[in-house]
T-cell receptor, first 111, second 113 residues
Framework: QQPVQSPQAVILREGEDAVINCSSS?????VHWYRQKHGEAPVFLMI?????EQKGHEKISASFNEKKQQSSLYLTASQLSYSGTYFC????????????FGQGTTLQVKP | NAGVMQNPRHLVRRRGQEARLRCSPM?????VYWYRQLPEEGLKFMVY????????ESGMPKERFSAEFPKEGPSILRIQQVVRGDSAAYFC???????????FGQGTRLTVV
């Protein structure tokens, strides 16, 4: 089953914060976050492999709650370059690397 | 270290023709994944391959689509007798092993006319 992302779209002013959620109806073994700009390849942001783990990447961080089967991506003090579509991809058991992606959250940061 | 290389970047085919999409993974990566993305939609898993083996093809349509990753050379996604509904961006990703970060190529945008 495809994970569900919320919200579907966000509009921010530079410097504002945002949270993007990713929920699954199945047990999560890993969560991968990517950002894709229009017409470009998805760019890897981070991977979370353990429940409760939090990782950071510049002003972008993420948490993974294994019990709740969800992950959240936190963008603080957003910059214009953060604009794009964010996808979470969930990995199953078996260490295969195959990802099932959510439908995406479109983020637009305005000056 | 070059990234994941896909070619061609753009491919136009008439209905009924064959499309061949190539993917060279990053150096040292032996796991390759193919995803399809329709306009304004998410990425749909198609197939997962390691050298000379198809590990998971649960996302591949049963007919007309095939994939390979030979011992030498790039991975190939082949679509026979293309139809308009095959028009999409096809992305390849690679990783050094399973369930670690995967890096995407720039994609091949297939247009069927």
């Amino acid at each position: 089953q495809q994970p569900v992302q919320s919200p579907q779209a966000v509009i921010l002013r530079e410097g504002e914060d945002a949270v993007i959620n990713c929920s699954s109806s199945k047990a999560l073994y890993s969560v991968h976050w990517y950002r894709q700009k229009h017409g470009e390849a998805p760019v890897f942001l981070m991977i979370l492999l353990k429940g409760g783990e939090q990782k950071g990447h510049e002003k972008i961080s993420a948490s993974f709650n294994e019990k709740k089967q969800q992950s959240s991506l936190y963008l603080t003090a957003s910059q214009l370059s953060y604009s794009g579509t964010y996808f979470c991809g969930t990995g199953g058991s078996g260490n295969t690397g195959k990802l099932i992606f959510g439908q995406g959250t479109t983020l637009q940061v305005k000056p | 270290n070059a990234g994941v290389m896909q070619n061609p970047r753009h491919l136009v085919r008439r209905r009924g023709q064959e499309a061949r999409l190539r993917c060279s993974p990053m150096k040292g990566h032996s796991h390759v994944y193919w995803y399809r993305q329709l306009p304004e939609e998410g990425l749909k898993f198609m197939v997962y391959l390691q050298k000379e083996n198809i590990i998971d093809e649960s996302g591949m349509p049963k007919e007309r689509f095939s994939a390979e990753f030979p011992k030498e050379g790039p991975s190939i996604l082949r679509i026979q007798q293309v139809v308009r509904g095959d028009s999409a961006a096809y992305f390849c990703a690679s990783s050094p092993w399973g369930d670690t970060e995967a890096f995407f190529g720039q994609g091949t945008r297939l247009t069927v006319v």
